[in-house]
Structures are given as structure tokens and as C-alpha cells.
């Protein structure tokens, strides 16, 4: 058990303090305390310790007395007190009187219900402050008790065996090679008439006859279609080489009429 | 002098020369993959009462000084810092009861709870944000660390001083369930003339 | 100091929390001025043998792993780890065209090269760098090493199958599907896009 917690420090200033200052419990010293008080609860619990009796014993109506002569004399100190002390004082008045109420008239809940929730709260509160002491007390590390001053430290040096095989590599340049090679527009084998065998042979049907000739009339009969489509392409750049050429000269007579051609003489 | 095993030599020599504390996992992967559970029991045995002892904290095992030479090697300068009484009690409520939350820890010390006091103590590398609670408004919770037993040398939480007789005497029960334990129609407990700062919803 | 016993604890704890190699006076001045001679004579017989070992170096004391468990300290774990697809291609392209600068191997591979990706193989041991190109920039040339060939149980580059090779082995297969889905099968080929003329003059 500690001392009451009269070790007052300022927690909102700095929550890493020097070595705890002690001071003497006398009624003066409390007062000048006032702002080292962790809050209302902490004041209630120091004064409940002084009662030196086990916290589920205490007297609630001496601690509500206590609590309210505090507060009236930090006034009359004209000390400065947070509000939170003063909710507290004004809730502990209401309960001293509905405590002192003949029990048909006590409100609800009851008073007695309020005061065991107080005495349990004081309660946690003490067991919590003598946990912490306790903790604070043992054996710490750096304090107490070390760790090896210079440890040599281990050192995994982590190295990657890499895996790989000897088909993963063919095929990953097989891969490279698909992706990327130059893409290839391979045309299949057909028909054709080229345009030179077209102008040799429209130029030597043309010289047979003097007169107009259909162009259809120079393909050759009975061919494939797709020879004949070939031919009909050709021979038509054949007869305008021809009539560039002043060889022959061709006539239409309507759009998309019959082209005919004859020899010029 | 007996001979000495030579799992155990290595095991020795593992933990004395690691700058943290290890698991018996970690020091049987160092030590390609061998059993080390018999190995450290008997480097316990072997380095009880020395100068130097073999503990286990949080399942990590680490050499440090004896506790019974404190007073010959005791350093009050700069490793401790000393912590706020606020702090203190923040540290012991969260390690008696984690998780839990900020309300919780204000519930318990009836007074709000600086901003700086948590970060003292997570700073510190001994209480760590242990997530979310699944309740309105999903409050983040508060634990202990693997650093915080070390510091204070328990080999688990269940060997914080006193924390079987508080339990026992429901002194780690929410104010709430103990009313509501006690009193037949506890349900509702004060709904009207609260104690001020009781955050009783708090606890709930 | 009461008895001997305490006096060994307390310099073997001293020197073990020592941040450095202490000298007999300096560890007799931290321990009340008592004399640590015989302490250390015996701490020195204790650990003869141990994972650790108390070792005067220049007249100062220190702890340190035994020395033929030094290995423990500083270990080399292999992981192994398949090598990724791009690194794989990289290596291939290493291989067939060597030596070859990053730009090389991108405009062959035809995506960009992350840096890591040589690096991987540079760690391998399987590809090399074999000096700089004389052109513009020199850049930094690759070729494969000698490893190379023995891990992939190669007697030479010259083993490396040709493309026809790889034609043959269907390696290729891909994309002769994919020219042929490209192209327009038999039958229909030219019928669509018709010249007017000569279509006109067709069906005339």
C-alpha cells in the first residue's frame, strides 16, 4: 500500500518526472496540493485512506462530510477549483441527503445503491494504484537488472539460391521469338495472270483483227474463275499500256459499259 | 566442468550473442532447425544462482543480470525514466485488464486521460494498440507488449503481482457487473443521479 | 562483499552488462574496490568449454562467443527462389545473343527491362558483364559465364537448339496460330473488297 498518494505531480506537464517528491500529510500541505489531485475520485480516495480502514468498511457519510469540508475550505482559500470538483461535491451533497432520508422516501435507485457504486469505483481505483506500485517496484530491466552490454549480435546473411532449368530457358526464348517476330502476310498460291503475258497477249490478239474487240474477248476461255478474274485486271492495265502507248485506243459508251479496244494503225 | 552437449554450447552462445530477446523458434532456425526445448531447460538449471541468469519472458528467452545483484549494479540515471503517477496507473490498468479501451482506463481513474499519457507508454514500446472494439463507435483497445514482460520481468502476464487476488475478489470486474451481481433489480444501475465522471456506459 | 560466491556474481554480471572490455581495476572500482583477481580465476575455469568465454585481451575482461562457435554468429541462409518469367527470357536472350547491351535485350524482348531483373542474374552467376560496347553511350555488355553452362549441363553456347530447332520442338507453334487466325482463309480471300471496275465489268 502506498502512502495515500501523496506524491503529487502535474501529469498534464510532463508524464516523465524526476524522483517523486514526498511531503508531509498535514491539512496545510493538502490544500497546497490541490492541483497535483488526479481528479475528484483520487481526492475522495485519499480521503477514504485516511479513514484506516479497509475501503469496503468506510463510512460513506464521514467520506461525503470530509469531501464537502475540503471543498468549503479550499474556498474559503479562495483556491481555484476545477469544476469537476465541484460536480463532485454538489452529487455527494445530493446523496448525503437522500441517504438521510427515511428509507420509503429515498428516490430511485437508491442511495444505497449509489454509494456501494462510489465505495466499488474507490475500491478499483486502490487496487489499481497498488498494482501500479507493485509494478513500478520490481526488478527492471535497465535499472535493476541488464542485458549484455555489447552483444555480438547474429547476423543471417540471407542468399538466394536461384532455380531455374534448362527447358524453361528454350522455351522463354521461344516465347521472345513468337512475340516479337516481324508479323509475315503470307498471300496463298493462285491463279495469276501476270501483266507482262497480258500485254504480249492482248498485243498479239489485236493484231489479228482491225476491228473493235470486246476486252472480255481477250481472256482466255474456259479458265478457272479465279484465273479469268486475275486475267480480266490484267488485260485491262494491259489495253491502257497499249493505248498510252498509241498501240490501240479504246472506247465506252456508257459508265460501266463494254470496254472495247482495236489496233491502230 | 561436465562436458558439455554441443546443442547446448550453441544455444549458449545464440543467446548471448543476440541483441534481442528470442523464441525457442528463432533459435532453432539459427541453429538449423534442432529441438533447443531441453537445451535451454538445462541452461536455466545450469545458470541458476550465477551472476547471470537465463529468463523466459512472453516465450522469448534472454541472459540478463541476477535480480539479487540489483543493489550492487543498479543504474538509477538515464535507462528508467521515471513515469507520471497518471501513467503508471494507465500502465497497470491495461495490463490487468487488456484490452482495454480509453473510456475503460478513464472509468477505472475517474479523470480524463491526457493526450500524452498513452504515447508515454506506447513510446515506450510497452503497451501497443491491440484494435478495434466491436461496440459502437469501434473504440481502438489497448495491451501489453512481449517488451513490456521484459521490462518488467514476468515471464506472463499471469505472474503481475496480485492479479489472482484482485480477480478473485472481482476487483477486474467492471463496476457495473458487480452492481448488477449484488442488486436485484441492477439492470438499469443509476440511470438518474450519477456519480459525476462515473462513466458507467463506459464500462458496460 | 560477504563471501566469495557473491563477489564471482558480481563481476561475472558486471562484465556481462559491461558495454565494453573492463580492466580488474576498473570492475574492482564499480564493485566496492574488492579484489576480483581470484573471481576472474575462477570465472575464467567456469566457462573453459562453454558457449562463452571469459577472454583477458590487453588486460581487460570481456565475454565473447567461444571461438569455434563463431560460425554461430553470422549465418548464410539459402533460399531458394524459381526465377521469373522475365528474367528467365532475359537469360535466354543473354544466351543466344551474347554479348548483349539492356537496350538489346529490351528491343529483342520487345518490353522494358526492370534493373532487378539483372541484378537477379548477376547474383545467379550466370550472367556476367563483358565490358562496354564501343559505340555512342558504351554501354555495359552481358554474356553468360562458365557457371551457366554447368548449371544448365551445357557443354558450350554452341548446345543452344536454333530456331528451327525450336520451330521443329512446336516452341514456335504460337504464333503460327496466331498468323494463321490473322489471315483470311481460302475461299473468300479477295472476293470482299472488290474493285468497282473490274467488278462492274464482271458481272457485266
Given at each position: 500500500?502506498s502512502?495515500?498518494?501523496l506524491?503529487?505531480?502535474?501529469e498534464l506537464?510532463?508524464d ?5 517528491a ?21 481526492l ?17 457519510l ?25 460536480v ?6 445530493y ?6 432520508l427515511?428509507?420509503e422516501e429515498?428516490?430511485?435507485p437508491s ?8 465505495q466499488?469505483r474507490l ?7 497498488d ?8 526488478d ?10 555489447a ?10 539460391k536461384?532455380?531455374c532449368d ?5 522455351q ?5 521469338k513468337?512475340?516479337?517476330a ?12 501476270t ?8 498485243a498479239?490478239?489485236l493484231?489479228?483483227t ?10 482466255p ?8 478474274r ?5 488485260s ?10 498509241g ?6 459508251d456508257e459508265?460501266?459499259g463494254?470496254?472495247r479496244l482495236?489496233?491502230?494503225? | 566442468?561436465?562436458?558439455?552437449d ?9 543467446l548471448?550473442?543476440?541483441?534481442a530477446p528470442m523464441?525457442a523458434e ?14 535451454l ?9 550465477r551472476g547471470?541468469?537465463l529468463?523466459?519472458?512472453g ?5 540478463q543480470?541476477?535480480?539479487n ?18 501513467a503508471?496507473?494507465t ?9 482495454v ?9 475517474g ?37 513490456f ?11 503481475l ?5 484482485l480477480?478473485a ?9 458487480v452492481?448488477?451481481?449484488l442488486?436485484?433489480s ?5 440511470e ?10 463506459e464500462?458496460?
Amino acid at each position: 500500500m502506498s502512502d495515500g498518494g501523496l506524491i503529487l505531480m502535474d501529469e498534464l506537464a510532463a508524464d516523465w518526472e524526476g524522483p517523486a517528491a514526498t511531503s508531509s500529510t498535514e491539512d496545510r500541505a493538502l490544500y497546497l496540493e490541490l492541483d497535483g489531485w488526479e481528479g475528484p475520485l483520487d481526492l475522495l480516495l485519499d480521503l477514504a485512506r485516511r479513514q484506516k480502514v479497509d475501503l469496503r468498511r468506510i463510512s460513506i457519510l464521514e467520506l461525503v462530510d470530509q469531501y464537502l469540508g475540503y471543498i468549503d475550505h479550499a474556498e474559503e482559500l479562495r483556491l481555484e477549483l476545477a469544476a469537476d470538483y465541484l460536480v463532485m461535491a454538489a452529487w455527494l451533497a445530493y446523496l448525503k441527503s437522500a441517504l438521510l432520508l427515511p428509507r420509503e422516501e429515498q428516490p430511485d435507485p437508491s442511495p444505497e445503491e449509489l454509494a456501494l457504486r462510489l465505495q466499488l469505483r474507490l475500491q478499483r481505483l486502490a487496487a489499481m494504484r497498488d498494482a501500479a506500485a507493485r509494478l513500478m517496484g520490481r526488478d527492471r530491466l535497465g535499472r535493476d537488472v541488464f542485458l549484455r552490454g555489447a552483444p555480438e549480435g547474429l547476423r543471417v546473411d540471407r542468399r538466394n539460391k536461384w532455380q531455374c532449368d534448362w527447358f524453361a530457358v528454350i522455351q522463354a526464348y521461344g516465347m521472345v521469338k513468337a512475340r516479337t517476330a516481324p508479323v509475315v502476310h503470307m498471300v496463298r498460291d493462285r491463279m495469276v495472270m501476270t501483266l507482262d503475258s497480258a500485254l504480249t497477249r492482248v498485243a498479239s490478239m489485236l493484231g489479228v483483227t482491225l476491228d473493235w474487240m470486246e476486252l472480255r474477248e481477250f481472256l482466255p476461255p474456259h479458265a478457272d474463275p479465279r484465273l479469268r478474274r486475275s486475267a480480266l485486271a490484267s488485260s485491262f492495265v494491259a489495253a491502257l499500256e497499249l493505248a498510252r502507248l498509241g498501240k490501240a485506243e479504246l472506247a465506252q459508251d456508257e459508265t460501266f459499259g463494254p470496254l472495247r479496244l482495236r489496233q491502230v494503225r | 566442468m561436465e562436458s558439455l552437449d554441443d546443442l547446448v554450447r550453441a544455444v549458449e552462445a545464440t543467446l548471448f550473442a543476440a541483441e534481442a530477446p528470442m523464441s525457442a523458434e528463432a533459435i532453432s532456425a539459427h541453429l538449423a532447425g534442432a529441438d533447443v526445448h531441453d537445451a535451454l531447460a538445462q541452461l536455466v538449471q545450469h545458470y541458476a544462482g550465477r551472476g547471470v541468469e537465463l529468463v523466459e519472458r512472453g516465450q522469448r528467452w534472454h541472459f540478463q543480470t541476477a535480480a539479487n545483484l540489483a543493489h550492487l549494479l543498479r543504474r538509477e540515471r538515464e535507462d528508467v525514466r521515471r513515469l507520471s503517477r497518471a501513467a503508471t496507473e494507465t500502465l497497470a490498468i491495461v495490463a490487468y485488464h487488456e484490452p482495454v479501451s480509453r473510456a475503460e482506463i478513464e472509468a477505472i481513474r475517474g479523470v480524463q486521460t491526457a493526450k500524452g499519457t498513452l504515447d508515454v507508454l506506447l513510446e515506450a514500446g510497452w503497451v501497443r494498440v491491440a484494435g478495434r472494439r466491436e461496440v459502437p463507435g469501434r473504440p481502438v483497445i489497448f495491451a501489453t507488449t512481449p517488451n513490456f514482460l521484459v521490462h518488467f520481468g514476468l515471464e506472463s502476464r499471469r505472474d503481475l503481482p496480485g492479479i489472482d487476488d484482485l480477480r478473485a475478489a472481482g476487483l477486474l470486474d467492471p463496476v457495473d457487473d458487480v452492481l448488477a451481481a449484488l442488486l436485484p433489480s441492477g439492470g438499469e444501475a443509476g440511470e438518474n443521479p450519477q456519480p459525476p465522471l462515473a462513466s458507467a456506459d463506459e464500462s458496460a
